[in-house]
Structure formats: C-alpha cells, structure tokens
C-alpha cells in the first residue's frame, strides 16, 4: 500500500491563480480531511468527508472547495490563492472516522506571492 | 473540545523513558484522550488514544489518571528518531474533527 499520498509536494502561485492540491489514498478508507499548518503552530481542519458524496466544513474553510466523488480521491481547490494561504497542507485519512487512527500524508508546501 | 494543557517543550537522555504531561481537566466521561507526533516538516503520525484504563501499544503506554483529568504519555527506551512535537487531543464527543494545539516539543538528547 502506498498510503496517503499528496501531489505536488511544492507549489508556488500567485495571487489570484486557482490551482487544485490532490489527495489519494488505496487503505479503501471512509473518512479524509485536509488540514493546513502555518510556521510554528498546530493543524487546522479545513475540510473533511465522512465518506464519497459527503463533506463539510472543519474551522478554516473559507477560500477552498472540495469533493469526494471516490472513496480513494478527494482534491482541495483553492478558489483564488491570497497571500494568507501560504502554508504546508496535509490530507488525512482514517477507516471509518476521525476517532479511528488517521493516516496523514506527506504534505503539500504552497506559497502564495 | 475539552481544553488541554501541555508543557511546550521537554528535554530527554537517550535510551531513558520519556514522560510527556497533558492536563485536560474539563473532559467529559466519553471523550478519549489521543495523542499524535509531528516528526520535523512531516505528517503527524498516530501513538494512541484511550479512554479511562491504561492502554500500550509498540509504540508507547498512555496512563490516565482515575479522575480522567490528565494523562502521561510514556516512550519506555527514548531514542533521537523520537524528537518530535507530541501532541495531546481530547475532542468534544460530537465533534468531527480533531484539533491539534500547540503540543510539546521533545528532544531527546545523545
């Protein structure tokens, strides 16, 4: 199994470019989240999916969308990237909830200019 | 999400057990305690999460005192690969998410 894995692991945009940050995981797990980690403090929680078709909003959605369309995918957008968006970017998931053990990947690094 | 305390930063030798504290005095009798690392630049990594009676993993043991008001996350034999921010997280029964504060960073020195 490769796990969860997020594509790219660098971005640079400028302000107001869209650009769409790609999650897969192949664990055929429910839930998936996507969290954002500014320098030196913890994880907020923009989004998550309880499973494909469903999502909600975590504490900081403002700015992204998501879908879930497959268990295995589930792609964060960023609408028109602003400078506060820079940040590292991480995509979790977990079997059947978050109170299962999340599985993070990698992280994705965007600057936004 | 009950409120936790933890020190932000410990120091560890090498090879000696490592005693993280976490205070979450306002927890309620069905939230469970979890715990995550953060190993510099990479995703959190789960440890363990319990409820009311000690709980062990490979990993670590994770003691919750009888009144549930706080806990001690325990790495039996600390080695450098275990330098890392541990974070302490109790959310609230009817939430949907887990909320990552500031953690502790734990050093373990050579």
């Known amino acids: 199994n490769a796990g969860v894995t997020q594509t790219p692991k660098f971005q640079v945009l400028k302000t107001g470019q869209s650009m769409t940050l790609q999650c897969a995981q192949d664990m055929n797990h429910e839930y998936m989240s996507w969290y954002r980690q500014d320098p030196g403090m913890g994880l907020r929680l923009i989004h998550y999916?309880?499973?494909?078709?469903?999502?909600d909003q975590g504490e900081v959605p403002n700015g992204y969308n998501v879908s879930r369309s497959t268990t295995e995918d589930f792609p964060l957008r960023l609408l028109s990237a602003a400078p506060s968006q820079t940040s590292v970017y991480f995509c979790?998931?977990?079997?059947?909830?978050?109170?299962?053990?999340?599985?993070f990947g990698p992280g994705t690094r965007l600057t936004v200019l | 999400d009950a409120k936790t305390t933890q020190p932000p930063s410990m120091d560890c030798a090498e090879g000696r057990a490592a005693n993280l504290p976490c205070n979450h005095s306002t927890i309620s009798g069905n939230e469970y305690v979890y715990w995550y690392r953060q190993i510099h630049s990479q995703g959190p990594q789960y440890i363990i999460h319990g409820l009311k009676n000690n709980e062990t993993n490979e990993m670590a043991s994770l003691i919750i005192t009888e009144d549930r008001k706080s806990s001690t996350l325990i790495l039996p034999h600390a080695t450098l690969r275990d330098t890392a921010v541990y974070y302490c997280?109790?959310?609230?029964?009817?939430?949907?998410?887990?909320?990552f504060g500031s953690g502790t960073q734990l050093t373990v020195l050579p």
């Open positions: 999916s309880v499973g494909a078709g469903i999502t």
């Open positions: 997280i109790v959310p609230a029964a009817s939430a949907r998410q887990l909320t």
């Open positions: 979790a998931s977990s079997p059947f909830d978050f109170y299962n053990e999340q599985f």
